[in-house]
């Protein structure tokens, strides 16, 4: 709950992002957009699978670092870049960081990239170099004599899907910490720094929309700050493992190889029913779908057009049409094109599918199809299902009467014999097949016509009761009320035998006892 008020705040005093990197640059939109066009990841294995998971720390990767006063850098320019790649090339240890932001599109994107070496900062600002960044940056995190350092393995995973960088030589922070402090959980990236170097990091720079341009003193300081700091501690905790005599060039690094080695693949996605049960589990009024069999099929067919938007566009599917708007739809009467845009005004990305949407929302229903109770007017649409139109049914046509004489009495001997050779089947008179013959009702009196409907729309009234309310200890009473039950018929399927009968004293006079003959 915190992150999100130390987020609001930050929206608050720092500013939120008014004009969308996708819009405004048109290399980061083609970019999203082949990326969202992708169900599966498409490289299954790193391009440098052996030589990166055989990686051990080498003499030079740890030589101490004269650090001085730091110059930052911001790089937006391809001669910025083409500078900045210059000098991190005769490097040999190096800290990067990335800045993410997921508000509005369709996976979350890296925004800036921090790299740092003992003596330079460099903030890159990834949108105006969109097309450059694999084809420069490539070869340094690709390099495998240049040891970099991460706090956190997502950057690496990040790298991969936004740029198809794929980095060797790379260290996760978390891992070398635990070695020199052993936690029983990952230690954060603002503990690790207050606790190596007693500083307090500014939560507004981290919970800043990285968007922003441009980009607010607030949070290039903690952005430039976060990958100096990063180098900072990676130089003093290697300085102590060193003091403890812990050969750290022959020490395997299993979770940074893990990291490095492991490929990025897309989140799960949830099903589109279980939102849909979720969705009708939390509402307040009864849903129609539960008389219309295709209720969820209508939904998750919403759900798809709405992805496929969002995807083309680069949007978060809830900024295109939130889930509870969907689920609204599906409750009222759409039988014209103008009561859905009119439903739809201010979904400006869902409009050009209006004419998909007609077609799976369109109804023959009134406008007063349902109502806000437990009570539910059920048109002819659904009134078809249950039984035929009134059209099809006619009026009542009393039978004509036939004349049946009765069957002649049996008469049976008063003395019966044995012998039943002297009876006989008595034949009755069998009816002939006629589709005018109906058998007439037990009283006697021919069965009411069927009344003429006055228009030719059927409604029919349903009535939802409500159901009683249980205790909560039903369920207790209703498997103690079994057991007993079950132990009653386990007692008597033993053989268990009932008291002996006893004479009353006032009747034994009626009895005879065994000793008179």
Request: proline share 9%; glycine share 2%; charged share 25%.
């Amino acid at each position: 709950m915190s992150y999100f008020k130390d987020r609001a705040e930050a929206h608050k005093r720092l500013g939120r992002c008014l004009v969308r990197p996708q819009d405004k640059f048109p290399a980061v939109l083609a970019a999203r957009q082949r990326l969202n066009s992708q169900l599966v990841f498409p490289v299954s294995r790193h391009p440098q699978h052996d030589r990166a998971s055989s990686f051990k720390l080498s003499a030079p990767m740890l030589e101490d670092l004269s650090f001085g006063k730091p110059i930052s850098h911001f790089v937006d320019s391809p001669a910025h870049l083409r500078n900045m790649i210059s000098h991190l090339v005769t490097q040999s240890q190096l800290s990067f960081d990335t800045e993410s932001n997921h508000d509005d599109s369709f996976l979350c994107m890296i925004c800036l990239m921090q790299i740092s070496n003992a003596t330079e900062n460099y903030m890159v600002d990834v949108f105006p170099l969109y097309d450059l960044i694999a084809q420069e940056l490539g070869p340094i995190f690709a390099n495998p004599v240049i040891l970099k350092i991460v706090h956190d393995s997502n950057d690496v995973q990040l790298l991969q899907r936004d740029f198809n960088i794929f980095c060797e030589a790379t260290l996760n922070m978390q891992e070398v910490y635990h070695l020199f402090r052993p936690q029983p959980h990952p230690i954060n990236y603002s503990s690790m720094v207050k606790e190596l170097f007693h500083i307090e990091l500014d939560k507004l720079g981290q919970c800043a929309d990285g968007r922003i341009r441009p980009i607010p003193k607030t949070m290039m300081n903690y952005a430039v700050r976060d990958s100096e700091h990063l180098l900072h501690a990676w130089d003093k905790v290697r300085r102590a493992l060193l003091t403890r005599k812990m050969n750290l060039s022959s020490h395997v690094f299993s979770q940074s190889l893990q990291a490095v080695t492991s490929i990025y693949r897309f989140p799960k996605r949830k099903s589109y029913a279980s939102i849909f049960d979720r969705l009708k589990s939390s509402g307040k009024r009864p849903f129609l779908g539960d008389l219309i069999p295709e209720g969820k099929e209508k939904f998750s067919k919403l759900c798809v057009l709405r992805e496929g938007v969002a995807r083309s566009s680069d949007h978060l599917e809830t900024r295109v049409v939130p889930n509870e708007v969907l689920f609204e739809l599906l409750h009222k009467p759409i039988s014209t094109m103008e009561a859905l845009r009119s439903e739809l005004s201010g979904r400006r990305l869902f409009v050009p599918e209006i004419d998909a949407i007609f077609t799976i929302l369109r109804r023959d229903m009134p406008e007063d199809s349902w109502e806000p109770s437990n009570t539910l007017t059920v048109e002819r649409y659904d009134a078809d299902l249950l039984m035929p139109p009134v059209s099809s049914c006619k009026p009542f046509v009393p039978p004509v009467p036939v004349d049946v004489p009765p069957p002649e009495p049996m008469v049976l001997d008063s003395n019966p014999s044995d012998d039943l050779s002297d009876i006989t089947d008595t034949e009755l008179p069998m009816l002939e097949d006629s589709e005018d013959v109906v058998p007439a009702p037990l009283d006697g009196r021919p069965p009411a016509p069927f009344p003429e409907a006055s228009s030719p729309d059927l409604i029919i009234r349903i009535t939802i009761p409500n159901s009683p309310r249980k205790s909560k200890h039903h369920r207790r009473d209703q498997n103690r009320k079994r057991n007993l039950r079950i132990k009653n018929e386990i007692r008597v399927g033993l053989g268990s035998r009932p008291a002996p009968y006893r004479v009353p004293s006032h009747l034994k006079s009626h009895f005879s006892t065994g000793s008179e003959s």
